[in-house]
């Protein structure tokens, strides 16, 4: 197949003056080029495209790809996840991962919370602070958590999300939306294991690929999987392999996973990240449906090595899964453009 590849470059970002806070999420020279050398490993031919206007522009030009592998996260807004797919759904082009709304609604970490609720799977309680006089009406037994409600890779979290007192909320809650400009998760703390779990696969194809608890070393960031604990994880954090057969709270956590994968209606691969109460019960806490991909610093593709499945196995899982999409879309796309408009 022809595979176009869209994404957010860093370096590019960075060159044309964004700050390193704002492109924490996008990717590396080298994820791109690990891709492009599996896909043609796989007898694809890859096809740069790069960001979403980059897309557009190629759409009106030459853009007639067979499947689009989509690991743009875009630059602004909560539904900046959302912008390839909605653009490849308008042009009838299958693509890799979820659709425009399960990427809107899973960056919105509490309606992502409210949905998998409803679906009854276990997460903390939690309040959104659009403004500092929402704190009054929390009603929330400390120790709480807080975070950007719209943020991934770890960004806004330290070792201060977790606090104690009101006080300290309000400081941390101030500091937040003043900086990232949109509102506050707040949920309670749950003080045990935290998993991750990988998932490969589409509604009820969808399965566990395994999972790892994320030990931090001494010299991390307390109390939480942060942004600087991600970007420096090769020496502040332990990644170990657990299985459900030898450990029942790893089973939990891999139904909760697969359940919430389900209930949102993510495809083809991501990660869930969970965390245990005080009695060891396993919690969502939130889905990454447009997991980080780069071979060796990536959870997903760290977890896979640690299974045996090299990042070349990973990236076909993830193609063969989204090729089932690729005769509806050019069916779809038949029927959208047979009069023109």
Same mark, same amino acid.
């Given at each position: 197949?022809?595979?176009?590849?869209?994404?957010?470059?860093?370096?590019?970002? +960075?060159?044309?003056?964004?700050?390193?806070?704002?492109?924490?999420?996008?990717?590396?020279?080298?994820?791109?080029?690990?891709?492009? @050398?599996?896909?043609?490993?796989?007898?694809?031919?890859?096809?740069?495209?790069? &960001?979403?206007?980059?897309?557009? %522009?190629?759409?009106?030009?030459?853009?007639?790809?067979?499947?689009?592998?989509?690991?743009?996260?875009?630059?602004?807004?909560?539904?900046?996840? #959302?912008?390839?797919?909605? *653009?490849?759904?308008?042009?009838?082009?299958?693509? =890799?991962?979820?659709?425009?709304?399960?990427?809107?609604?899973?960056?919105?970490?509490?309606?992502?919370? =409210?949905?998998?609720?409803? %679906?009854?799977?276990? =997460?903390?309680?939690?309040?959104?602070? #659009?403004?500092?006089?929402?704190?009054?009406?929390?009603?929330?037994?400390?120790?709480?958590?807080?975070?950007?409600?719209?943020?991934?890779?770890?960004?806004? *979290?330290?070792?201060?999300?977790?606090?104690?007192? /009101?006080?300290?909320? !309000?400081?941390?809650?101030?500091? +937040?939306?003043?900086?990232?400009? @949109?509102?506050?998760?707040?949920?309670?703390?749950?003080?045990?294991?935290?998993?991750?779990?990988? *998932?490969?696969?589409?509604?009820?194809?969808?399965?566990?690929?395994?999972?790892?608890?994320? +030990?931090?070393? !001494?010299?991390?960031? $307390?109390?939480?999987? %942060?942004?600087?604990? !991600?970007? &420096?994880?090769?020496?502040?954090?332990?990644?170990?392999?657990?299985?459900?057969? %030898?450990?029942?709270?790893?089973?939990?956590?891999?139904?909760?996973? *697969?359940? #919430?994968?389900? $209930?949102?209606?993510?495809?083809?691969?991501?990660?869930?990240?969970?965390?245990?109460?005080?009695?060891?019960?396993?919690?969502?806490?939130?889905?990454?449906?447009?997991?980080?991909?780069?071979?060796? &610093? /990536?959870?997903?593709?760290?977890?896979?090595? !640690?299974?045996?499945?090299?990042?070349?196995?990973?990236?076909? &899982?993830?193609?063969?899964?989204?090729?089932?999409?690729?005769?509806? $879309?050019?069916?779809?796309?038949?029927?959208?453009?047979?009069?023109?408009?």
């Amino acid at each position: 197949m022809r595979i176009g590849l869209t994404y957010d470059l860093r370096q590019e970002y +960075l060159t044309a003056g964004f700050s390193e806070d704002e492109t924490a999420e996008f990717d590396r020279e080298s994820t791109v080029e690990a891709i492009e @050398q599996a896909l043609t490993q796989l007898g694809h031919q890859p096809d740069r495209i790069g &960001h979403a206007r980059q897309l557009v %522009s190629r759409l009106e030009r030459d853009g007639d790809w067979d499947l689009v592998f989509n690991i743009a996260e875009g630059l602004s807004g909560i539904a900046r996840e #959302a912008q390839v797919p909605a *653009i490849l759904d308008l042009y009838g082009i299958a693509y =890799t991962f979820s659709d425009p709304l399960v990427m809107a609604l899973s960056l919105h970490k509490a309606m992502t919370k =409210t949905v998998v609720a409803a %679906s009854g799977v276990p =997460t903390p309680p939690f309040a959104v602070i #659009a403004h500092l006089p929402d704190l009054d009406r929390i009603d929330l037994p400390f120790p709480l958590f807080a975070k950007p409600l719209a943020e991934g890779t770890g960004k806004g *979290i330290s070792a201060v999300s977790k606090v104690e007192d /009101s006080a300290t909320l !309000k400081t941390v809650c101030a500091e +937040l939306l003043a900086r990232y400009q @949109q509102p506050v998760l707040v949920e309670t703390f749950l003080p045990g294991r935290e998993f991750t779990t990988g *998932i490969l696969g589409t509604g009820s194809s969808a399965r566990a690929l395994g999972t790892m608890e994320v +030990l931090l070393r !001494k010299d991390a960031e $307390a109390h939480a999987y %942060s942004y600087v604990n !991600k970007e &420096h994880c090769e020496q502040l954090v332990d990644y170990q392999l657990v299985r459900p057969e %030898s450990d029942q709270r790893v089973a939990e956590a891999e139904a909760v996973a *697969i359940a #919430a994968w389900r $209930a949102l209606g993510c495809r083809d691969a991501g990660r869930v990240d969970l965390r245990c109460d005080a009695s060891g019960r396993p919690s969502f806490i939130e889905v990454n449906p447009l997991a980080g991909l780069h071979p060796e &610093h /990536s959870d997903l593709p760290i977890l896979a090595s !640690k299974i045996g499945m090299s990042f070349q196995e990973l990236i076909k &899982h993830i193609v063969d899964s989204a090729a089932l999409r690729v005769e509806d $879309a050019r069916r779809s796309k038949a029927r959208r453009f047979r009069k023109p408009l």
